[in-house]
């Protein structure tokens, strides 16, 4: 699944000028799974994230504009905590705890909201 998912985002990022960072969740392109793989900017590893759950969420938030690949051109002003912890499930159903802050905060967040049923 997590293979499917990282060749449809090499797909929007050959058809689709690629902003700083980018991902895809798995219930976009009808997998109804929770899971997702977001692509942080300047070539960094992909982070998969596998029934991912915010555990923690910081009281300071920004508001910059955000899009989505479901709508190329649309975008809108979102809040967001600028740090988040976060829980995955990895291998053999061990719990994986990340925080993450600021840009990639925002964009693992912004990929937990589709698998929660956000858009």
Known sequence: MTDKLIAVLDRIGQVHLRPKSMGIAAPLIGIGRAAAVAQPPADAPATILLIPRIAARSEETDEPYESCVSFFDGRGLVPRPL?????????????????YERG????????????????
């Open 83 to 99: 740090m988040i912890t976060v829980e995955t499930t990895a291998n053999a159903s061990e719990t994986v705890t990340t925080v």
């Open 104 to 119: 990639l905060a925002r964009l693992i967040n912004h990929k937990i909201d589709h698998p929660d049923g956000a858009l």
